[in-house]
C-alpha cells in the first residue's frame, strides 16, 4: 500500500454545497490525482470539477478493479 501526504490549502470560493468536502477536490487537484472515490452526493455532485472525476465505490470497482 502507498499514501501520499500533501499540503491542501483551502480553496478562495466554495465548490460542494459541503464546504467540508472541498478539502477532498483540493487535495486530488494538488496531488494530480484523476478520481475521488465517494459516495457523499456533494461531492459526487461535482464531479468533473477541473478534471476531477469523484465516483460511487461501486463505479470506481466497476471501472477500474473488475474491468468492466
Same mark, same amino acid.
Do not use: C, E, K, N
Given at each position: 500500500?502507498? *499514501?501520499? +501526504? $500533501?499540503?491542501?490549502?483551502?480553496? /478562495? ?11 477532498? =477536490? ?6 494530480? *490525482?484523476? +478520481? $475521488?472515490?465517494?459516495?457523499?452526493? /456533494? ?11 469523484? =465516483? ?8 477500474? +478493479?473488475?474491468?468492466?
Amino acid at each position: 500500500m502507498r *499514501a501520499t +501526504i $500533501v499540503h491542501a490549502p483551502p480553496l /478562495d470560493v466554495r465548490v460542494s454545497d459541503d464546504p467540508d468536502d472541498d478539502m477532498f =477536490l483540493v487535495a486530488a487537484l494538488v496531488s494530480s *490525482a484523476p +478520481i $475521488v472515490v465517494s459516495g457523499d452526493r /456533494d461531492l459526487l455532485s461535482v464531479s468533473g470539477w477541473r478534471g476531477i472525476a469523484v =465516483l460511487t465505490p461501486r463505479q470506481f470497482h466497476d471501472q477500474y +478493479i473488475s474491468g468492466r
